[in-house]
């Protein structure tokens, strides 16, 4: 469970919506915690999503007590 509030930017949801990604399927992702790794002080998630053809790589950023979803894309490569 998250402890964080989350907010999704403009930019994420535009992504969210361009690649037809549901905010629980986000969350799912973050919770999983899966494949993160830190770089340049942001958290990156990378998991793969029952019924999509490629993972989903979810890039955010942590302060104080939010969390701030800046990103969330399809990899088109598979890592």
Same mark, same amino acid.
């Given at each position: %469970? #998250?402890?964080?509030?989350?907010?999704?930017? =403009?930019?994420?949801?535009? =992504? %969210?919506?361009?690649?037809?990604?549901?905010?629980?399927?986000? %969350?799912?992702?973050?919770?999983?915690?899966?494949s993160?790794?830190?770089?340049?002080?942001? #958290?990156?998630?990378?998991?793969s999503?029952?019924?999509?053809?490629?993972?989903?790589?979810?890039?955010?950023? #942590?302060?104080?007590?939010? =969390?701030? #979803?800046?990103?969330?894309?399809?990899?088109?490569?598979?890592?």
């Amino acid at each position: %469970m #998250i402890n964080n509030k989350i907010i999704f930017t =403009r930019h994420s949801k535009q =992504r %969210m919506k361009l690649y037809n990604l549901s905010e629980e399927t986000v %969350m799912s992702i973050i919770e999983a915690g899966k494949s993160n790794e830190i770089h340049d002080g942001k #958290i990156i998630y990378i998991d793969s999503v029952e019924n999509f053809p490629y993972p989903i790589k979810i890039i955010c950023k #942590i302060e104080n007590d939010l =969390r701030l #979803i800046i990103s969330c894309y399809p990899l088109k490569r598979r890592n």
